[in-house]
């Protein structure tokens, strides 16, 4: 995360000991490497002079000074930031969060920013995709990702943000599956909620999600699949081949852990709606590639269908119930320039790669400094 210290900082009584223990503990987070820190030259010239500073945050601020011209091009080039003024409310616009300095206390953005997802796979899913993204270009070489994860855990999901929303300590990306079943698909109730806590709450967040794909497996490029062991990337292609014939586009709204079901197409069916609509096409260029769509039922079996659990049958198979799980296995098994190189040319890495530069501007910061 960038931090811009705003020049109104510079009104403060800098002698002032709760105001002199922000600044420190902020420039000592820097030089901890949580963050990026930035301010005027006029204000880093005042805290390096500041004798009642530790040698580590006047460090920190002599690092900031002689390194100005670059940090005032990260902050151009850097999306996301938090600016630190001397006022009272805490308001967003456009992705640049302002924050007063009294809420800034002791813990503020150690480690980064806080990742709320719904268990530690997406942590560390994001966190490959930033790795990524990181590699599409040298210039971004210098940075490292600083944030750590906590779990929400499906519709509890909420209530961990509310709890974080409340601490007022750290800077909360909340990610979310879209869990949209069709390009007309609105948030989820979950969705919704973190989305409101977030406008209500007087603090620094951020809700996203995979946006117009279903679930994280939907957006992982095929090149990386291709590497999981027993993995039936056929299915996959299938469905691809079948999108490209007859020009539709429902890779992204399919559920790849379990292909497209029986008991999904009966769920949709049970209204008129524009999902069932979407589907219905679907359906219909299904049949006139002589996929069975009707099962055949003898004695609580299908003669026609592979029967996952509780006898739902599979329609259309695509990948596996642990399909993330095993991408973040291969991932884990090789260096991220061994990953990059995989997808870097692969024409299905674009989903991957955008939500991949969300999480890196967010977890930006620089190395330790060291004592000179």
Not at 35 to 55: E, G, H, M, T, V
Not at 237 to 262: A, R, S, V
Not at 278 to 306: P, Q, Y
Not at 321 to 330: G, P, Q
Request: glycine share 4%; net charge negative; aromatic share 10%.
């Amino acid at each position: 995360m960038y931090i811009y210290l705003d020049e109104s900082i510079s009104n403060l009584d800098l002698e002032h000991p709760d105001n002199l223990s922000k600044i420190e503990f902020l420039l000592a987070g820097y030089a901890e490497g949580n963050y990026i820190l930035n301010a005027p030259r006029i204000l880093l010239r005042n805290f390096l002079d500041n004798s009642n500073l530790s040698k580590i945050a006047r460090n920190a601020a002599v690092y900031a000074y002689q390194n100005f011209s670059m940090m005032n091009a990260f902050l151009e080039k850097i999306p996301y930031k938090i600016i630190v003024k001397d006022e009272r409310d805490i308001n967003n616009t456009n992705n640049q969060w302002i924050l007063s300095l009294k809420d800034v206390k002791y813990g503020f953005l150690v480690h980064g920013i806080v990742i709320l997802g719904e268990n530690l796979n997406d942590s560390k899913f994001l966190n490959f995709t930033a790795k990524h993204f990181q590699k599409t270009c040298d210039e971004y070489k210098p940075f490292i990702l600083m944030n750590h994860f906590h779990g929400g855990g499906g519709s509890t999901t909420c209530n961990e943000l509310d709890n974080l929303l409340s601490r007022k300590l750290n800077h909360i990306f909340c990610f979310l599956d879209s869990d949209k079943e069709s390009p007309v698909c609105n948030h989820t109730p979950t969705a919704k909620k973190c989305i409101k806590s977030i406008n209500q709450n007087s603090w620094i967040a951020m809700f996203a999600s995979t946006n117009h794909f279903r679930e994280a497996e939907n957006l992982i490029p095929s090149s990386l699949l291709e590497k999981i062991e027993g993995f039936p990337l056929s299915n996959l292609i299938k469905i691809k081949e079948i999108e490209k014939k007859h020009q539709l586009i429902f890779y992204k709204y399919i559920d790849i852990k379990n292909g497209l079901t029986k008991k999904f197409l009966n769920r949709i069916n049970q209204t008129e709606s524009p999902k069932k609509a979407f589907w219905d096409h679907i359906v219909n260029k299904l049949a006139a590639e002589g996929i069975h769509m009707e099962c055949n039922i003898v004695d609580g079996v299908c003669n026609v269908h592979t029967q996952l659990e509780d006898n739902v049958c599979q329609i259309l198979p695509a990948g596996t119930k642990k399909t993330l799980d095993n991408t973040i296995n291969v991932l884990e098994q090789m260096s991220i320039d061994e990953s990059f190189n995989i997808i870097k040319d692969d024409p299905s890495n674009e989903a991957w790669l955008d939500i991949g530069q969300t999480t890196f501007w967010l977890s930006c910061a620089l190395p330790k400094i060291r004592l000179s």
